[in-house]
């Protein structure tokens, strides 16, 4: 676990909060960029920034975004968090990529990695997994070392933390989560305080997909229409968590069913992705036509169930081995222009002339 290698990774100020062996006795953050170095314009274009990369969620990025232009226009609360945001929706639309591509796009840079954590949690569904979280109690096992997020905090106080999958966290992470969005403070076992007023809290939640599936298994037709879908998951979401603490956050947002011309556009990103560093390294260049993109969409074979997920799998199944052995063969040289086409149900590529 990255974070945990972090934490015992003792330097030398790091003892400088009298007595206490971490967290926030860190000192000075790690990190140089921070919300205040955020342009104006850098917040402006961020919503076109991450639609470029999250397909058929227009709606839900713009409310984030919006949340967050009024962050920077000093329009909160300051000592609060920048955000926080509850998504829901059906599988693999979108939910957690949304707040992994916000972080990308507004905290990560060329020189400074961090700021991301996630917390899954399905690994908190028992009260004292939470001392992951803050650390355990003085005189427990690990105490010394501080909790997960309060030690990432005082690190990388410009951070997105992602709650995935929130419905199956033990209850007392809503005591946690009352404290962070009231506050803006966590306080770590030991005794230091944290500020969360520059994270953005992003969650995302599963409560009531699963019956939403069963639906359509049940025989309501083909095509459950998206408020219906939506009232659904509204109606599930407010009969299991606690309204006060749903109250308290800034956005519950929907998150669409895609359609075959998103999950066409999907594709397109995801074999840009494969070939990210081909280009560059091989010098061939490499373009797909339509029947390319059809094969991997598979008619949209398990994107009921699974969403856009299976897609990177199929991309890398059926194009990315197959040129791999092609390159490794010198099938192609260097400068090669090469279009990917179908031949019988396989992916081939041909030079261009
Ligand atoms: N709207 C989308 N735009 C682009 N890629 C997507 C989209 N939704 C899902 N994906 C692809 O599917 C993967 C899983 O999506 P994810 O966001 O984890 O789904 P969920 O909604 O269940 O949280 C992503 O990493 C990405 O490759
Ligand atoms: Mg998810």
Request: net charge neutral.
């Amino acid at each position: 676990n990255p974070e945990l290698r972090r934490n015992l990774r003792v330097g030398p100020q790091q003892n400088r909060a009298e007595g206490n062996k971490c967290a926030a006795a860190i000192g000075e953050p790690a990190q140089k960029r921070r919300f205040n170095d955020v342009t104006p314009g850098e917040v402006l274009t961020l919503a076109d920034r991450i639609k470029k990369r999250v397909v058929g969620q227009d709606h839900v990025i713009d409310q984030i975004t919006e949340s967050i232009e009024m962050a920077k226009a000093d329009l909160k609360n300051p000592r609060r968090p920048k955000g926080s945001f509850l998504l829901i929706g059906p599988t693999g639309v979108g939910k957690t990529l949304i707040f992994e591509v916000l972080f990308e796009e507004l905290i990560k840079t060329a020189e400074e990695e961090d700021g991301f954590i996630c917390i899954d949690c399905p690994e908190y569904c028992l009260e004292h997994d939470i001392a992951k979280l803050i650390g355990a109690p003085p005189g427990y096992i690990m105490s010394d070392k501080g909790g997960l997020l309060t030690n990432h905090i005082a690190m990388y106080p410009f951070s997105v933390v992602l709650f995935d999958e929130i419905e199956k966290a033990h209850q007392s992470i809503y005591n946690l989560q009352m404290k962070i969005t009231d506050k803006g403070m966590l306080t770590d076992s030991q005794g230091n305080k944290v500020s969360l007023s520059e994270a953005i809290i992003g969650m995302t939640s599963n409560v009531g997909v699963k019956e939403m599936q069963g639906l359509k298994a049940l025989g309501f037709g083909a095509r459950i229409d998206e408020e219906t879908k939506r009232e659904h998951l509204e109606k599930s979401l407010f009969g299991h968590f606690n309204p006060e603490w749903l109250g308290r956050l800034d956005g519950i947002f929907y998150c669409r069913s895609l359609a075959a011309e998103d999950y066409l556009k999907i594709v397109d990103l995801e074999l840009a992705l494969a070939l990210k560093w081909f280009a560059e390294r091989r010098k061939i260049e490499v373009s797909w036509n339509e029947d390319v993109k059809q094969l991997i969409y598979a008619n949209g074979a398990d994107t009921d169930r699974f969403g856009a997920r299976p897609i990177k799998g199929r991309v890398e199944r059926l194009f990315s081995k197959p040129l791999s052995k092609c390159v490794l063969r010198n099938d192609f040289q260097e400068g090669d222009r090469l279009e990917a086409g179908v031949e019988k149900e396989k992916i081939i590529f041909e030079r261009r002339s």
